[in-house]
């Protein structure tokens, strides 16, 4: 089944920052904008902030404003999503999802647990 | 920003039953609206997109109505596989989004 795949997980001190991956199949990358979505532990869905790779612009939740850079790299057909200063709260699963046309999440990663702990 | 609430906030209901959420926005959306499944350790499935249309392979006891501020999201017939937290979510033409709260979905 086509799945956009995410790298693994990762534990992380406060204060430092963590960068996660999220890989697509064929042309995602030339075709389709990518967003990031956070759920804390027991928690709802956070947007966070998402990428036309074709263009490269990126933009962010206020929330995540300056702590928070989204990047894609079309011929790995990869983004990326860099959070710092890292604090507990940031403990989260990390999802990407493809944006189809306007605002429609169709097809999402399997998942990135970040925990933040000292 | 725009908020997104939902109700109920969870539900408890029994196989066969039919089962009804609302979601509303703090101004009007039009028809930006979609509607997510996520079951636990599971990443989140889009079910109904843009208000009312069904995502292709989505059962079809899965329906969503509505436009500008009040949406309604409804399962005809609840089976064993729907046990579920379900979401809104709306979205501008700048790739902004926001999603309601979630309504958990929990067998009876």
């Known amino acids: 089944q086509v799945q956009l795949e995410q790298s693994g997980a990762e534990v992380k001190k406060p204060g430092s920052s963590v960068k996660v991956s999220c890989k697509g199949p064929?042309?995602?990358?030339?075709?389709?904008?990518i967003s990031w979505v956070r759920q804390a532990p027991g928690q709802g869905l956070e947007w966070m902030g998402g990428i036309i790779p074709i263009f490269g612009a990126a933009n962010y939740a206020q929330k995540f404003q300056g702590r928070v850079t989204i990047t894609a790299d079309k011929p790995t057909r990869t983004a990326y999503m860099e959070l710092r200063s890292l604090r507990s709260e940031d403990t989260a699963i990390y999802y990407c999802?493809?944006?189809?046309?306007?605002?429609?999440?169709?097809?999402w990663g399997q998942g990135t647990t970040v925990t933040v702990s000292s | 920003d725009i908020q997104m609430t939902q109700s109920p906030s969870s539900l408890s209901a029994s196989v066969g039953d039919r089962v009804t959420i609302t979601c509303q926005a703090s101004q009007d959306i039009s028809n930006y609206l979609n509607w997510y499944q996520q079951k636990p350790g599971k990443a989140p499935k889009l079910l109904i997109f843009d208000a009312s249309n069904l995502e292709t392979g989505v059962p079809s006891r899965f329906s969503g109505s509505g436009s500008g501020t009040d949406f309604t999201f409804s399962i005809s017939s609840l089976e064993p596989e729907d046990f579920a937290t379900y979401y809104c979510q709306q979205y501008d033409n700048l790739l902004r989004f926001t999603f309601g709260p979630g309504t958990k979905v929990e067998i009876k």
């Open positions: 999802a493809r944006i189809r046309i306007l605002g429609i999440l169709d097809l």
């Open positions: 064929g042309d995602t990358f030339s075709r389709f904008a």
